[in-house]
Nanobody, 126 residues
Framework: QVQLVESGGGLVQAGGSLRLSCAVS????????MGWFRQAPGKEREFVAH????????DYADSVKGRFTISRDNAKNTVYLQMNSLKPEDTAVYYC???????????????????WGQGTQVTVSS
């Protein structure tokens, strides 16, 4: 069973930075496409960032472009989300997700992913 464990969330003032990490168990991390999503209270889970299994095909939600960066370290089985210039509207529980299959898929959809972490809370104060 593949397990994803997020860390790095916390409370930060507007304009600050945080780096989230997601450690993935198993030996096939390098074959997974990875995504970050977030969910604020009373809202649906929304796409934040995507990184294909090859490390390419990077994409971001319009609301975070230019501020967030997704990256991966296959040697450490870890994907990161560097978040800069944080805003109060970035407050949410952040989840990482992994997709094991290749082929075409619609990566902004949560349904494209097979495995999910438990989430880490990010709170941005104004």
């Amino acid at each position: 069973q593949v397990q994803l464990v997020e860390s790095g969330g916390g409370l930060v003032q507007a304009g600050g930075s945080l780096r989230l990490s997601c450690a993935v168990s198993g030996r096939t991390f390098s074959t997974y496409a990875m995504g970050w999503f977030r969910q604020a209270p009373g809202k649906e889970r929304e796409f934040v960032a995507h990184n294909s299994w090859s490390g390419g095909n990077l994409d971001y939600a319009d609301s975070v472009k230019g501020r967030f960066t997704i990256s991966r370290d296959n040697a450490k089985n870890t994907v990161y989300l560097q978040m800069n210039s944080l805003k109060p509207e970035d407050t949410a529980v952040y989840y990482c997700a992994a997709r094991r299959a290749r082929g075409s898929y619609y990566y902004p959809s949560p349904n494209a992913y097979n495995y999910w972490g438990q989430g880490t809370q990010v709170t941005v104060s104004s």
